[in-house]
């Protein structure tokens, strides 16, 4: 079976959202943990996959300190903490596994 391209990095997002879960991230804050192996080019359409597919929330709010300007902040939903959690599945999402 074939592996899909950001399948790992899906799930590795989840992951890290799980842990700090009732709490959520900023872009900026995800981009930085995962940067060191991945670009932005592939870290973002990630979070905007995870979103579209309901695993994760996307919410906009203002910049604490730049007037005008807002800050996506990102949260698992009950959903991704259900995938991460292997409750369900999704192929398209490796999900780091600790055994």
Do not use: C
């Not at 994760?56 to 800050?71: E, L, Q």
Request: aromatic share 10%; no cysteine.
């Amino acid at each position: 079976m074939k592996q899909l391209k950001d399948t790992p990095l899906r799930g590795a997002i989840l992951q890290f959202l799980r842990d700090i879960y009732p709490e959520g991230a900023e872009r900026r804050t995800i981009v930085s943990v995962f940067y060191q192996y991945h670009t932005y080019e592939t870290i973002d359409p990630a979070l905007g996959y995870l979103v579209d597919k309901e695993y994760a929330a996307r919410k906009d709010v203002p910049h604490p300190y730049r007037a005008g300007d807002t800050i996506s902040i990102y949260r698992i939903t009950t959903k991704g903490i259900d995938l991460v959690d292997g409750i369900i599945s999704d192929p398209a999402i490796l999900v780091p596994r600790e055994d």
